[in-house]
């Protein structure tokens, strides 16, 4: 469950840094600023909700 906490943690900031990236250019890398935001935003969401399971599972 750790590996996977980190991968969503990974890519969650990889999603942040294109986002920023996105931003500062003005263009778009694929998809706009803000959905590289919003994605980065649910998958660390999807990283601390899987850590407290994986802390609760532990106990």
Do not use: P
């Not at 999603?15 to 998809?31: D, E, H, P, S």
């Not at 590289?36 to 850590?51: K, P, V």
């Amino acid at each position: 469950m750790k590996t996977w906490v980190l991968v969503a943690l990974l890519a969650g900031a990889v999603a942040l840094l294109l986002g920023v990236i996105t931003q500062l250019t003005g263009g778009a890398i694929i998809i706009s600023a803000a959905a590289w935001n919003g994605f980065a935003q649910t998958l660390i969401l999807l990283a601390i909700g899987l850590g407290v399971l994986d802390y609760f599972n532990k106990k």
